[in-house]
C-alpha cells in the first residue's frame, strides 16, 4: 500500500462498482461541505493501471464529494492487493457500514462539548445537523440507561429489517 496525493477528477470509475443506484446528490453535497470542514477522513482505496492511471476501487461517494468541494488534491491509497479482492472489498464497505444509533450520536456530541470544549455551532456545522438536532439528542441525557439500550436495540433492529 502507498499514499499519494492526486487530483481527484483524474481518478477512474471503476466499471465493476457493486453500487449501481444514481448517486443521492443531497448526500454528496453534504458530505463536499463535511469534507470542507473537517478534511477528508479516509482515503478512497484505488488501484494503479498498467498505463499509469489510477481507478478507484472503493470511494466513489468521497471523489465526488472531494470534487464538490473544489479540492485539486486528495489522499488515495494505491493498493498492491491481489486484484480479483477488489470487488468484494468493494462491496463490503459499502454492506458493512452501519450508522450510528441516537445515544452513540448523544455521547459523542456531549464528549466534544465536554472535552474537547466544541460549541454547539460547531458541532452542528460538522455533522451537518441544525442545533435543533441537537437539542433533540440531549433530551437523551435525562434517560437511564437500560431505556437508552432499548432504544438501540430498536434502532439495530430497524437496520437490520431495512435492507
Known sequence: ??????????????????????????ADRRLAHNIKVVGLLQAPLVRELPDGQLMIVAGHRRRRACVLAKMREMH???????????????????????AMTQSEQWRFVDKARREKSH?????????????????????????HDPILHAIDADFSQESCTSG
Open 1 to 26: 500500500m502507498e499514499l499519494r496525493v492526486v487530483d481527484p477528477k483524474t481518478l477512474l470509475d471503476n466499471p465493476e462498482n457493486p453500487r449501481t443506484s444514481a448517486p443521492n446528490v443531497e
Open 76 to 98: 488515495v491509497i494505491v493498493t498492491s492487493a491481489d486484484e480479483k479482492l477488489d470487488g468484494l472489498a468493494a462491496g463490503s464497505e459499502n454492506i458493512i457500514r452501519e
Open 119 to 143: 460549541s454547539d455551532a460547531q458541532i452542528a456545522r460538522a455533522l451537518m445537523v441544525t442545533p435543533a438536532y441537537l437539542k433533540r439528542l440531549s433530551l437523551l441525557a435525562g434517560l
